[in-house]
């Protein structure tokens, strides 16, 4: 079958550091995406890796290793407005298969 | 530029009843995907048209399930008859082309609660 494994919920401090890890064991792979997803909102899209290595985007990076079936989401200098729902997504031909997703809660 | 709509934002129907769901896909984007979430669980795939053509459909779960293009621009979902494990919310998604990169943009999504 096709899965994407990632924590339900993960908990950060304000202007810290987090990292969502994703894994995943799918039939076909393009690429991994991340979307955030805020309540009763769209997903929005994040980053998108097809080759292994690290894509920086402003305070959000992401990462990918083909040969480990695994990537991550870095959150920096955290904000309140980042409490969110983030997702890993693998590109299979068309569609995306999708990780359960993972709740961030920021504290102050 | 708008991004992708949905129409209803809400709908709440009794088992047995018809509901349609409407897209409005990204001007000028040629791919059109609906995707559902089911009772908290993974956002998954239903079907991709490109244009007015139904690429893939194979995620569509049974027959009482109907996704229509007509020229190549709004979609619209219709369940019929719906049930109770119909519920959930239902995403719709839109690219201009279908590469490998090709971002999807998202709609706000459709929440459907059977009764």
């Known amino acids: 079958g096709q899965s994407l494994e990632q924590p339900s919920e993960v908990t950060a401090v304000e202007g810290a550091i987090v990292q969502i890890n994703c894994t995943y064991q799918?039939?076909?792979?393009?690429?991994l995406s991340w979307y955030q997803q805020h309540d009763g909102g769209a997903p929005t899209f994040l980053s998108y890796n097809a080759l292994d290595g690290l894509e920086e985007t402003g305070r959000f990076s992401s990462f990918l290793s083909r040969s480990d079936s695994y990537g991550y989401l870095l959150l920096q200098e955290l904000q309140m407005k980042d409490s969110a729902s983030y997702f890993c997504?693998?590109?299979?031909?068309?569609?995306?298969?999708w990780g359960a997703g993972t709740k961030l809660i920021i504290k102050p | 530029e708008a991004g992708v709509t949905q129409f209803p934002s809400h709908s709440v129907i009794e088992k047995g009843q018809t509901v349609t769901l409407r897209c409005d896909p990204i001007s000028g984007h040629d791919n059109l995907y609906w995707y559902r979430r089911v009772m908290g669980k993974e956002i998954k795939f239903l079907l991709h048209f490109v244009k007015e053509s139904k690429q893939d459909e194979s995620g569509m779960p049974n027959n009482r399930f109907l996704a229509e293009r007509t020229g190549g621009t709004y979609s619209t979902l219709k369940v019929q008859p719906a049930e109770l494990e119909d519920s959930g919310v239902y995403f719709c998604?839109?690219?201009?082309?279908?590469?490998?990169?090709?971002?999807?943009?998202f709609g706000p999504g459709t929440r459907l609660l059977v009764l």
């Open positions: 998604a839109s690219s201009q082309g279908n590469t490998e990169g090709e971002t999807q943009y």
């Open positions: 799918t039939s076909g792979f393009y690429g």
């Open positions: 997504a693998v590109r299979g031909n068309y569609q995306l298969i």
